[in-house]
């Protein structure tokens, strides 16, 4: 993808809010960090995603193009909010029939869901059947391990979103009795951190603990069969993409909302958060803050809103449905429910090339 940024540089270029239609608070929130992420908005204002979704037409093919024309509209426009319901209705018939029926009642909904619908309708508009060619020195077994595992994961269903925004967690299950450790690969497209009750806490150090040492109690290892064991799970950070999404997860089983202030820095690196044997860039590169969701309210219900940073002035702006106003900074408190970083540069190539099948 692109990442010159094409937008006009004006004040208030692009500063605008989106009309709610109805409780749609959640979704508008979510629409205003996205848009920000500067190297897919660049992908779409180029239209590269048209030669890409030309030979289908269905609900997600739909989705994509009616966000496509909503960011088109407001990245051109200046002070006056922006109409949602031509993307809405759009969206919805996509939302029923991948299982996210809910977003048909003009009620609140949970962002975090809306964010994970609508990067997956974006991911199979785009996806298609590519020929992948690994490319390692390496000799670890895990580096081959985890490139073979992307390659199986997405050379049949990929798309621009794959190197964009989609990570690899490494998951290793070490039995108590013989040691032995099975390791296995999950594919992300954001990061799930539990808040705690006490702090305050620094985010970084969340994304470190979240991943250690659960137990289990009744554990089948692979070389202890047929007794059974305990055993220690570690999850580490593998790989990440460009745009690191993280989410904060506040709300306590009981449905009481966690109020503990997370400290989240405008630059990160996350390397802490890796497996020591990664070898990929994302490892060793920073990140910068972009965009933030916020929560305002109780568990079961509350209103959303958002900050963004400008990708061509650098300002930031808080956005608050029709309402859309410059800030100097992101208010970053207990409000804070998801942050999104991008990445400042990349310090080696990407070790998987792909090709079309078609």
Request: with cysteine; hydrophobic share 35%.
């Amino acid at each position: 993808m692109s990442s010159s940024p094409t937008i006009a540089s004006t004040e208030k270029k692009g500063v605008v809010g989106l009309t709610n239609i109805g409780n749609t608070c959640y979704g508008n929130s979510v629409l205003q960090a996205i848009r920000h992420q500067i190297d897919f908005t660049i992908f779409l204002l180029q239209g590269q995603h048209e030669e890409l979704i030309k030979k289908k037409s269905n609900d997600n093919t739909r989705v994509l193009e009616a966000y496509a024309q909503l960011v088109r509209t407001m990245w051109a426009s200046e002070g006056k909010e922006t109409r949602t319901k031509d993307f809405w209705g759009a969206m919805l018939p996509a939302a029923i029939k991948a299982g996210f029926e809910q977003f048909r009642i003009p009620i609140p909904h949970d962002a975090h869901e809306f964010l994970c619908f609508i990067l997956d309708a974006f991911h199979e508009a785009l996806a298609e059947e590519v020929s992948m060619t690994i490319k390692t020195s390496s000799t670890s077994a895990d580096v081959k391990g985890a490139l073979n595992f992307w390659k199986t994961s997405f050379q049949k269903s990929y798309s621009p979103l794959v190197e964009l925004v989609f990570g690899i967690q490494r998951k290793c299950v070490r039995c108590d009795d013989c040691g032995h450790d099975s390791v296995s690969w999950e594919t992300m497209n954001m990061l799930k951190v539990c808040v705690p009750k006490e702090g305050p806490v620094q985010l970084l150090d969340l994304l470190k603990s979240d991943g250690e040492d659960d137990r289990l109690d009744d554990y089948a290892c692979d070389k202890c069969t047929p007794k059974r064991s305990k055993a220690t799970v570690t999850r580490s950070l593998w790989r990440l993409g460009n745009w690191a999404i993280i989410v904060l997860k506040r709300n306590e089983n009981s449905g009481r909302r966690i109020n503990t202030a997370v400290q989240i820095p405008m630059t990160c690196a996350f390397g802490p958060a890796f497996h020591p044997s990664s070898q990929e860039p994302s490892a060793r590169d920073s990140y910068e803050l972009f965009s933030t969701i916020h929560h305002h309210g109780s568990a079961g219900g509350g209103h959303y809103t958002s900050h963004a940073k400008h990708p061509v002035t650098g300002r930031w702006a808080h956005y608050d449905d029709e309402s859309a106003r410059p800030v100097d900074a992101p208010f970053l408190d207990a409000s804070t429910y998801i942050v999104m970083y991008r990445r400042i540069a990349s310090s080696a190539p990407v070790t998987i090339e792909s090709s079309s099948t078609a």
